[in-house]
C-alpha cells in the first residue's frame, strides 16, 4: 500500500480507538462516528491531505493486510483496538475451541502469573489463527511465543467473547488456567 494510504490508515486508527477528542469526532457506545465528520478532520489534519473521499478510505480497506474499519450507513468504527476512556459495547459472539495470543517471551512470566490483561486497551485481543498472533509478537519483541488459549472451554464456563473482526477476538481476560504454553 503507498505511503499516503499507510499513513492515512494510522491517522484513522489514532482518532478512532484512542484520541477522537483531538479531531473533535465523538463515538457513540458501540464506536461509530460520523463519516463525514472523520473526512472533515482528516482533510484539517495535513495539507495533502485535502482532496481525500471515501474512495481513500476504499482503497485502504481493499489494499490493508488486515481489516481495521467497519464502514456503514454513513458511519465508520474502528474494530478493535480502542483504548477510549468510556468501554465500547461488543456483540457476545461463540469462540472458536481456540485461539492464539503472540507476544514476546520477556511478558512470559506475569501473563502465566496474572492471565492475559488488556493492559492500555480495553479488551484482550486474541487472534483466530497462528500465523497472525506470530506478526502480532515479532512487534513486541526479538523472541515472539505464540500462546494457545483454550477459548471454547472458557466459553462453555461463562466467560465472554466478543468479535473483532474475521481474525480477531475480544475478552475481558484471560485466565493462566486456560492458556497453554506451544510444546
Ligand atoms: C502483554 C494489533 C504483562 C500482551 C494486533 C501484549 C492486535 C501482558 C501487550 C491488536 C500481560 C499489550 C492488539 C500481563 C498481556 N503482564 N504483559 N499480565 N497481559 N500482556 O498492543 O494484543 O495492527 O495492547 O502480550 O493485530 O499486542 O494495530 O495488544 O504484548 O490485534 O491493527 O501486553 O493490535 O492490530 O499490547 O495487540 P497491545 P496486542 P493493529
Not at 90 to 100: C, G, I, T, V, W
Not at 110 to 129: A, D, F, T
Request: no cysteine; net charge neutral; hydrophobic share 35%.
Amino acid at each position: 500500500m503507498e505511503k499516503l494510504l499507510v499513513n492515512l490508515s494510522r491517522t484513522i486508527s489514532h482518532a478512532l480507538r484512542h484520541a477522537p477528542w483531538q479531531y473533535e469526532l465523538e463515538l457513540d457506545d458501540a464506536g461509530w462516528t460520523s463519516l463525514e465528520d472523520l473526512l472533515q478532520a482528516l482533510r484539517q489534519h495535513r495539507r495533502q491531505w485535502q482532496p481525500i473521499g471515501l474512495a481513500e478510505l476504499e482503497r485502504i480497506q481493499a489494499e490493508s493486510d488486515k481489516q481495521r474499519f467497519e464502514i456503514k450507513d454513513g458511519r465508520i468504527r474502528a474494530f478493535y483496538g480502542h483504548s477510549v476512556p468510556t468501554k465500547l459495547r461488543k456483540e457476545p459472539a461463540q469462540p472458536p475451541e481456540r485461539l492464539y495470543h503472540g507476544t514476546d517471551r520477556q511478558f512470559l512470566t506475569p501473563i502465566l502469573r496474572h492471565g492475559l490483561k488488556p493492559m492500555r486497551r480495553q479488551y484482550v485481543h486474541l487472534s483466530s489463527e497462528q500465523e497472525t498472533a506470530l506478526q502480532v509478537g515479532q512487534r513486541k519483541g526479538e523472541q515472539p511465543v505464540i500462546l494457545t488459549v483454550r477459548s471454547g472451554e472458557a466459553h462453555r464456563l461463562g466467560q465472554v467473547f466478543y468479535h473483532g473482526n474475521e481474525m480477531v477476538w475480544l475478552t475481558d481476560m484471560v485466565s493462566p488456567e486456560f492458556i497453554d504454553l506451544p510444546e
